[in-house]
């Protein structure tokens, strides 16, 4: 690179690579973030290329970095070989019924009949198309599936029907933002149903300690703990072994899991206690902590029709640099 690279700038001919290029294993930190997209095209004008497009402003002499992208550490561990350590796009699936048994939480009296959370489960998935399976646990949250078809599951079926019906009317009254939404009537009913969701602080309460509980015990059923898996994994690290190297990533994948639990049962039950101390605004906390960190906060900065730009201009060979620069 001669000169700086403009946001959406930097391309590479295939296969010689003039910029020193270094991959991100682990999720980027403050001021850490990759500094390029990479893209590869298969035929063009100049041939098969590897195309690396800057994601923030770059110098001359700057390093160039990607990132192997948001994945799970199975992921991860099946296709690079590897596991990063701290890692906020790992997921724990698991079904409803499975984390319900796990969080040792008996089904609502009269509730969901004498079938007990089986008959839950079911009837979530048939009669009101819940996801019910393929749900995922994270970090700091988990997904809105899992955490709608738990509140839909305490509340037993009179009560899930209602709040379904509450959030259809949410969905159905949702407003993109480059829209007018200048209807007073309209406006007061879907602030009046966003405040009983809201204001529902001991629903949200009991959810953040129902998937606490089944986290713990989703932990325990693992023959080792993570302390000892830490232990083995720092003992393989440290002196040659004859193991392979298959069974290191293993026991990394194996101790992702349990620090993924552990951190969403810790995350689940500050949330819990939070509420207690101060019930407002319980459910909007929980759609806070279901945020995940951008990979690319600067791109994520600029407006889209900047973006926009960028993406229709043209990359010159001769030049090194887009058209019009």
């Not at 690279?5 to 991959?23: I, K």
């Not at 991100?24 to 195309?51: E, K, N, Q, V």
């Not at 969080?103 to 979530?124: I, Q, R």
């Not at 939070?274 to 407006?303: K, M, N």
Request: glycine share 8%.
């Amino acid at each position: 690179m001669s000169s700086p690279a403009n946001v959406g700038g930097l391309c590479v001919r295939y296969p010689t690579l003039v910029c020193r290029s270094r991959t991100h294993p682990d999720p980027p930190t403050a001021g850490g973030s990759p500094a390029a997209l990479f893209a590869y095209a298969s035929a063009g004008a100049a041939g098969a290329s590897i195309r690396l497009y800057a994601a923030r402003p770059l110098l001359c002499g700057n390093e160039v970095t990607i990132t192997y992208g948001d994945h799970s550490s199975g992921h991860f561990a099946q296709y690079y070989g590897f596991v990063p350590k701290t890692n906020p796009h790992d997921t724990f699936t698991v079904s409803l019924l499975q984390l319900l048994r796990a969080s040792g939480v008996p089904p609502p009296k009269g509730g969901w009949g004498s079938d007990g959370w089986d008959a839950a489960c079911e009837l979530l998935e048939r009669k009101f198309r819940l996801q019910t399976n393929g749900l995922q646990l994270r970090a700091n949250a988990p997904d809105e599936s899992l955490v709608l078809a738990v509140r839909a599951a305490l509340a037993g079926e009179k009560g899930a029907a209602a709040t379904l019906v509450r959030l259809e009317v949410l969905d159905a009254m949702d407003v993109d933002d480059d829209d007018d939404y200048n209807d007073s009537h309209a406006e007061g009913t879907y602030g009046m149903l966003e405040g009983e969701l809201d204001d529902d602080a001991h629903m949200v309460a009991r959810i953040a300690q129902v998937i606490a509980s089944a986290c713990a015990n989703f932990e325990d059923q693992w023959p080792t703990t993570l302390e000892e898996d830490e232990l083995e994994l720092s003992s393989l690290c440290a002196r040659p072994t004859s193991m392979p190297r298959v069974w290191k990533v293993l026991v990394e994948v194996r101790a992702s899991r349990k620090r993924l639990l552990r951190r969403l049962q810790e995350s689940m039950l500050q949330l819990a206690s939070h509420i207690v101390e101060d019930p407002r605004y319980a459910w909007a906390r929980v759609t806070q902590l279901q945020q995940l960190p951008s990979a690319y906060p600067f791109l994520d900065s600029l407006p889209i029709r900047e973006l926009e730009g960028w993406a229709g201009r043209t990359w010159n060979w001769d030049t090194s640099c887009f058209d019009g620069s």
